[in-house]
């Protein structure tokens, strides 16, 4: 289906129209939306359109790799798996994670991403400080 495409496109933008099928009396396409959003947001509020508007309205400016970082750490051991694979997907990283390992196993993990991310935005911020003084002359 369309919903199930837009999940393995993976793009953020889809985002606000996955949030209302997830009430969708149809089945089918509730159990896409929701797994699209999962896959994309690496997060589940199931059929709650309000959590996934607020999370939506907190997160929609920040990079997806923020929010897939941020969810190595979530409480759901299965988003933790996913944030995981689609970081590996998004990298080509070929080290392991135990999403079902315990805390000790996972931390030095979750701190390479961190620490890849915070380089990441290091990068980005450096790209708009240069484009803003070419633009400025």
């Known amino acids: 289906t369309t919903v199930q495409v837009l999940g393995q496109l993976r793009d953020p933008r889809a985002v606000p ?14 159990t896409a939306a929701t797994a699209a959003l999962a896959v994309i947001c690496s997060q589940s509020f199931d059929q709650d359109v309000t959590q996934w508007a607020e ?14 970082v941020e969810s ?12 995981f694979d689609e970081l590996r ?5 070929t080290g392991a994670f135990a999403a079902y390992g315990t ?7 979750i ?8 380089e990441l935005e290091g990068r980005r911020s450096s790209q708009l400080t240069q484009s803003s003084a070419q633009d400025s002359l």
């Not at 997907?89 to 990283?93: D, I, N, P």
């Open 17 to 30: 129209s996955l949030i209302p099928l997830v009430v969708s009396p149809q089945g089918p396409l509730r």
């Open 55 to 68: 999370w939506w309205r907190l997160h929609y400016m920040l990079p997806r790799e923020t929010w897939l």
């Open 111 to 118: 701190q390479v991403w961190e620490a890849w991310l915070e």
């Open 89 to 93: 997907l998004m990298t080509g990283y």
């Open 103 to 109: 805390p000790e196993e996972k931390e030095p993990v």
């Open 72 to 83: 190595l750490r979530h409480h759901n051991l299965e988003l933790q798996r996913i944030a």
